[in-house]
């Protein structure tokens, strides 16, 4: 059965957001979780995080990053086109409890998984203070959102276009370090901005959990494609994660990893370039 979006816009240069008729999967998404999606017959499956979900209308909403031939070929749909198979939702949950005073950090694309998570946290009762980040204020989304869903919002760019001129664990040092009681941290991003943050809390011993996003296959533990060492111990991140101990994780494995087919996308990029007709 095929998916419709019903709406489609480029929030910011290369990132997009889409949100898809599904109405059982918005019946039962929950912060944290994902879905796989497969935009045709031919195409490949990519696992994509649920932004957001609105049971009552029976919609998801995704945020993607336009990085290789599918997330291209996505952002070429627009309303009313439909995605072939949409599976989900995918995944554990993330744990929404009263833990007291929660850190979340989104970093670049990694701020649409981190909004409903933070909205979770803080309709349990918790404290919850947002870092988002990104290279440029260009390239930054969903600050409203994100300032809505939290009881203090950082904002932090790379270039210093916008907020604190540097990187997010700058704002999460410097949280810790003025005394605040701390008694969780969650990061989503890129495993150099998340293996940063876990680098950070460390020190302090902070609980520190990251959504880690390696190549998913089937998302239903069948495959091993997304296969991750935690603790010395092998999981899957599609069913036993996404979200894990950052002081756990070894991040430099699950960066080989992301990088194990990079001659093949690129040869699937180039050969969807050559096969655009000339304007
Ligand atoms: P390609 O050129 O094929 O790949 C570019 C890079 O993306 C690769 O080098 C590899 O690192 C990664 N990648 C490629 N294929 C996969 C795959 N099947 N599974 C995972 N990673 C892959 N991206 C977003 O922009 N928004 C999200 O909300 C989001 N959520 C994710 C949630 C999970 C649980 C996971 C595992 C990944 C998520 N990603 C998300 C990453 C997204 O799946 C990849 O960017 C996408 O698959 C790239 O496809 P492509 O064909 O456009 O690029
Ligand atoms: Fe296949 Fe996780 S994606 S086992
Ligand atoms: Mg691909």
């Not at 979780?33 to 609105?54: K, M, N, S, W, Y």
């Not at 198979?85 to 929660?102: H, K, M, Q």
Request: hydrophobic fraction near 45%; glycine fraction near 10%.
């Amino acid at each position: 059965m095929p998916f419709t979006i019903l709406k489609k816009r480029e929030l910011v240069p290369t990132i997009h957001q889409v949100d898809v008729a599904a109405p059982r999967v918005a019946e039962k998404a929950m912060p944290g979780q994902f879905v796989i999606l497969r935009i045709d017959e031919c195409g490949e499956r990519i696992p994509l995080t649920i932004a957001d979900f609105d049971a009552a209308d029976g919609t998801v909403t995704l945020i993607f990053q336009e990085i290789g031939k599918t997330t291209r070929q996505l952002a070429s749909l627009g309303a009313g086109d439909s995605i072939a198979d949409l599976a989900g939702p995918l995944g554990c949950a993330s744990s929404i409890e009263r833990f007291g005073t929660v850190v979340c950090v989104g970093g670049g694309v990694g701020i649409a998984p981190i909004f409903p998570i933070a909205r979770g946290l803080m309709e349990a009762g918790n404290k919850v203070i947002s870092i988002i980040g990104a290279r440029s204020a260009d390239i930054l989304f969903w600050e409203e959102r994100m300032e809505e869903a939290s009881s203090e919002l950082y904002v932090t760019t790379d270039d210093g276009t916008k907020g604190h001129h540097g990187f997010v664990t700058d704002i999460v040092q410097k949280v810790i370090e003025s005394g605040e009681q701390v008694d969780r941290v969650i990061a989503i991003g890129p495993p150099v901005m998340m293996r940063a943050v876990a680098g950070v809390t460390k020190p302090f011993g902070v609980k520190t959990v990251v959504s880690l996003n390696p190549i998913m296959v089937d998302g239903t533990g069948m495959c091993g494609a997304c296969r991750v060492l935690v603790g010395g111990v092998t999981k899957f991140a599609c069913v036993d994660g996404p979200e894990f101990d950052a002081h756990e994780v070894d991040f430099t494995l699950l960066m080989s990893r992301l990088a194990m087919y990079l001659p093949e996308e690129k040869e699937a990029l180039d050969y969807e370039a050559a096969a655009e007709p000339a304007v």
